[in-house]
């Protein structure tokens, strides 16, 4: 068992991590129980992990730190393991589902080793992580208001996809340019609608408009938000004259 | 069991107490290491305990269950005061070396090898030894093999390294098959039926020979459920299965067949007397009625009452009514009461609830495809009404994208109901291959050899993406934009490139860009021994808007095309020299076809004119197109279509006219390939190309129309349409001509072909139409005659 675990361990060190994977899928199969086993499981998840295949790497990295809790090892393990999913998670165009794993494994990692020294790295790799799930949400609302110069209920759409950014990235980097960004959708789509119902989509940039400058009075969109919340005002205002005309 | 240290106490009767462990001593392990154990146990040195309580028995099935134990003991050695001293003593399990199989031939052995729950290394228990007999026995039973044994033998044991090598004797028996099906109780209907409508489980017979009609339990259950499922469509609603059995008898000479029998117990066959509805209002009581599809009188049909209920085909259940118009929150309670003589009143109540908006709309398992692609081909939109119809709308526009595998595209709902919102989520799946490749060859005629072509679609291209090198996983893609390289070459001087490329959607919005370019090279030695030289460049760009009005079937197209021709030989009215056009091309298509390959319903429209001004140093015409095609569902799956076509090439003035434009009919792109030079038309049954058009001749040579007609008629039978493949085999009759001017034009003086092809859809090759038409008429002049046959294939064009 030692000599296949030193010979596994020998591709390992020269940097053949495919065969070394291999290597110590056999030390695991036949040295399940002992320590030589414990020692290989951690390092089957790091050929797989310099193999590049991160999601094998993910699921034995699991393994390790779910068999070997008690282990030294085991925190680093689970920083790993989040990592792998974290170098899995893809442009923020595409699914995201590993993205949400990473966060997830991270905030557990966090959780339970408070005392850490990679701690600080989690919480960097979460914040980068947040930020592109932001900006996921942020372009979808971008994608709408684009739709919405055709088929104007895209613009309320728009204006829902923006809250939803700020409501769940509120920390990121996109929830001042969502929020602004949400006042003109209410203001277009409110001018895209019939007078009866304008009145009230108005009202609603200008709440929009209420909580921005609460949340962010020296956002760099001020000037935006300041321009469609004169535009939401001057247009109610109109809406609600010319019903009491008609 | 008969341990001495053995003594059972009333644990009520021992007080639990904390004590500290002392020592622990591990006995009985060979292989295993003593701290491997003492791990696994939980329990160390120095570590408070209580005893009895869970500590023990938690470490007790720890070690049990790692499987290397087969018998695991925990003692207390001595206790001192507070302190205790304990051992574990366990005993290794036998481990499997290897394992063989004898009895059965080698490709089963090869099944069951892989079946066999057992791994070497990993310890041999009684459980895993059940198992294994179980899966080898279940292996034969799914076959057909009722009385199969299963003999484990033990040999060739290593005391030392405790390794065992097990010897599976498998005899499978005989093989019995279904010959008998019989029922009682069955007063409406014969056996003869019902068997028939058990669809899963048959009888062997004579025609039956090539199929086993085995017994499985799965099939048998299902076949119970088709068995009820068809008497509760025929109104009996209490229909019951009493009694069933399965039963091996011997049917001759010692030959054993499997019974089956079902005692049935019918009851009465209900009709519905009274249908009411409560609560309904938005849709009238008569409305909801209709939509129900069930009269007075009417046998009550379960399974036809549930559909129209909840989810039908057609999508005019009632659920669909209220789903369809935000009435998420549909509330339905039915009741079906009995009623004198066999009948039955069915009352509905409803509580329609408010309107359900949509909040979010997302997705998941792009994992190639951009959200924005996706994302704008979603008909639900967040903040509007609820409605099921554009789910559905939604499902089927998502999976004629191509991207994804149409039967994994799932829509879910995520409903808040307190606030009437719901969030929509489709599960999206990646297919492997959005591109194909077309490679054909065939053999162009006697005067070209062999054909060689091949082009690669990429249908899911991304072109932003071409500089980002991450994204080369092969090419960059996700952004939908669609590009396309080809290349053809023949054996004697004929070879083409071309390349294309869409962005259907432009900034966003519908609006689609296309360019492209193609080069086209011909050469060869006549039959007069002359050399002929002929060659084309083209480059175009075009720019499509998708109209809503008059309704959202339509797109206009606007292409620009530049054109160079060179010719080194006269043929027709074609001079040699150089000629350059640069033309522009208005074009409004309507397009409603159902599915792209093999329509069911739908229709195209094409209406189109090209203007190439006479300006200075380039050739000029104009042309105008016309065609029209209707696609009509007939009975069964059975399609018919029809359509016409015609065209018109005229001139500004004398000067600089472009002859390459002229109308040359039949064959297919394939056997046109050659005949760049011309305006070729597709007409099947006549060979086209270089092996003789249908055109107006002048001194024995054709010159090609100013004016053509077309017209199809085709039945279809969609016979295979699966993700793999479709098969669409045909019947059609084409008829078409080529006139010189006016003059001359006179539509219904065609040449007609009948005959019979298929079109095959594959994934990865594209669309291949192979067709073999009969000729009505000839055309003069030609080898060309009527009464004559003609094979056409193509590869890659679309419908």
């Known amino acids: 068992l030692e000599v296949a675990f030193d010979k596994a361990m020998a591709f390992y060190d020269r940097g053949r991590f495919g065969d070394a994977a291999q290597a110590f899928e056999t030390v695991i199969t036949v040295g399940r129980g002992t320590d030589i086993g414990q020692e290989a499981q951690f390092f089957l998840a790091e050929s797989y992990f310099k193999n590049r295949q991160y999601r094998l790497a993910a699921s034995e990295y699991q393994r390790y730190h779910i068999f070997f809790n008690r282990s030294d090892r085991s925190p680093d393990a689970q920083f790993m393991e989040a990592y792998s999913y974290y170098l899995l998670s893809p442009r923020y165009e595409l699914d995201q589902t590993d993205t949400f794993q990473s966060i997830e494994l991270f905030q557990l990692f966090v959780s339970r080793n408070r005392a850490s020294p990679r701690v600080e790295e989690a919480v960097q790799y979460i914040d980068e992580m947040r930020e592109k799930l932001a900006q996921k949400n942020f372009s979808a609302a971008n994608q709408y208001m684009r739709l919405g110069r055709r088929t104007a209920v895209n613009f309320r759409a728009a204006a829902i996809y923006y809250g939803l950014t700020i409501d769940r990235y509120p920390e990121t980097s996109f929830a001042e340019k969502s929020q602004a960004n949400q006042i003109r959708a209410w203001v277009y789509f409110a001018e895209n609608s019939t007078l009866n119902r304008q009145e009230e989509r108005f009202n609603k940039a200008i709440e929009s408009y209420e909580t921005y400058v609460q949340l962010f009075p020296r956002g760099a969109n001020r000037s935006l938000a300041e321009e469609y919340f004169d535009r939401a005002v001057q247009g109610r205002d109109q809406a609600v004259s010319q019903l009491a005309n008609l | ?799």
Not at chain 2, 181 to 202: Q, V
Not at chain 2, 489 to 499: A, C, E, I, K, V
Not at chain 2, 525 to 535: A, D, F
């Open chain 2, 1 to 799: 069991a008969q341990d001495p240290t053995l003594r059972i106490t009333n644990p009520l009767d021992t007080p639990p107490r904390s004590l500290t462990i002392t020592q622990i001593d591990v006995t009985g392990a060979e292989t295993r290491s003593e701290s491997m154990i003492l791990a696994t146990a939980g329990l160390s040195v120095g570590e408070q305990i209580t005893i009895p309580g869970p500590a023990i028995g938690d470490a007790i099935q720890r070690l049990f269950r790692t499987g290397l134990f087969s018998d695991v003991q925990i003692y207390q050695i001595s206790r001192t005061g507070s302190q205790v001293h304990l051992e574990i003593e366990v005993r290794e399990q036998p481990r499997l070396d290897r394992f063989e199989i004898t009895g059965p031939r080698r490709s089963q052995r090869r099944d069951l090898r892989d079946l066999i729950p057992m791994i070497p290394g990993f310890a041999v228990t009684e459980s895993t030894k059940a198992q294994s007999v179980n899966a080898i026995m279940r292996y034969y039973r799914e076959r057909g093999f009722r009385n199969t044994e299963v003999v484990i033998v033990e040999r060739d044991r290593d005391e030392v390294r405790n390794r065992v090598t097990l010897e599976f004797q498998v005899d499978p028996g005989r093989r019995i098959q279904i010959h008998e099906i019989t029922f009682e109780g069955n007063e409406s209907f014969s056996d003869r039926k019902l068997r028939g409508e058990l669809r899963e489980i048959k009888r062997t017979n004579l025609w039956r020979t090539l199929t086993r009609q085995t017994f499985d339990q799965a099939s048998f259950e299902e076949a119970q459920e088709n068995l009820i499922n068809f008497y509760q469509q025929n109104g009996f609603r209490d229909i019951r299965i009493v009694e069933d059995s399965v039963f091996v008898f011997e049917r001759s000479r010692g030959r054993e067949g499997i019974g089956v029998f079902m005692r049935l117990e019918e009851g009465p066959q209900y009709r519905v007397r009274n249908i009411a509805f409560d609560g309904n209002t938005i849709y009238t009581e008569e409305e909801l009625i209709a939509s129900l599809g069930f009269e007075r009188g009417d046998v009550f049909d379960q399974e036809r009452f549930e559909s129209n209920m909840y989810g039908n085909r057609r999508n005019n259940d009632i659920t669909a009514l209220y789903h369809d118009i935000g009435h998420l929150f549909l509330d339905l309670d039915i009741d079906i009461r009995d009623a004198p003589g066999d009948s039955l009143d069915i009352f509905i109540g409803m509580v329609e609830n408010d309107i359900a908006t949509i909040n979010r709309v997302e997705f998941f398992g792009n994992t190639k495809t951009h959200d924005h692609v996706v994302r704008r081909n979603l008909r639900n939109i967040p903040g509007g009404n609820y409605s099921r119809s554009a789910i559905q709308r939604t499902v089927r526009e998502l999976a004629q994208l191509g991207y994804f595998v149409p039967e994994n595209i799932m829509p879910d709902l995520d409903v808040d109901f307190e606030n009437r919102k719901v969030d929509v989520i489709y599960a999206l799946d990646e297919t492997a291959g959005s591109d194909n490749f077309e490679l054909s060859g065939g053999f162009g005629g006697r005067q070209f050899g062999v054909i060689l072509s091949a082009r690669v679609n990429f249908n899911n291209f991304s072109a932003r993406n071409i500089l980002n090198g991450e994204s080369w996983r092969p090419l960059p893609s996700g952004d939908g934009q669609r590009l396309s390289l080809g290349v053809q070459l023949t054996g004697r001087g004929y070879r083409s490139y071309n390349f294309s490329f869409q962005e259907p959607w432009l900034f966003g919005l519908p609006n689609s860009l296309g360019f492209g370019a193609n080069y086209s090279y011909f050469r060869f030695s006549n039959l007069s021994g002359q050399n002929e030289r002929y060659e084309q460049f083209s480059t175009f760009m075009t720019l499509g808007r998708r109209l809503t009005f008059p309704d959202d079937f339509f797109t206009q197209v606007t292409t620009l095309r530049f054109q160079l021709f060179d010719s080194a030989f006269p043929r027709g009215l074609i001079e040699p020299g150089r000629s350059k056009s640069l033309s522009l091309r208005l074009g409004l298509n309507r397009n409603s076809l159902d599915n792209p390959i093999s329509p069911n319903s739908g229709s195209t429209f094409d209406i189109g004119v090209e203007l190439a001004a006479p300006l200075a140093g380039l050739d000029q015409y104009y042309l105008a197109d016309i065609s029209f095609t209707q696609h009509v569902p007939l009975f069964g799956r059975l399609v018919a279509s029809t359509g016409f076509e015609y065209g018109y090439l005229g001139w500004f003035n004398d000067n600089n006219r472009s002859q390459y434009q002229r109308f040359y009919l039949g064959g297919t792109l394939l056997q046109q390939q050659q005949t760049f030079y011309q305006n070729n038309i597709e007409l099947r049954g006549f060979p086209g190309g270089r092996n003789g058009s249908i055109s107006p001749y002048l001194n024995g040579e054709p010159i090609g129309g100013s004016i053509y007609s077309k017209y199809i008629a085709e039945i279809r039978y969609p016979a295979v349409s699966s993700e793999q493949v479709t098969l669409v085999p045909y019947l059609f009759f084409e008829a078409g001509n080529a006139y010189a001017d006016f003059d001359e034009f006179d539509p219904f003086r065609v040449k007609r072909a009948v005959g019979i092809g298929t079109r095959v859809f594959l994934p990865i090759l594209g669309l291949i139409d192979l067709s073999y038409g009969y000729r009505l008429d000839g055309i003069p002049g030609t080898n060309v005659n009527a009464g004559q046959w003609e094979f056409l294939f193509n590869i890659g064009s679309p419908f």
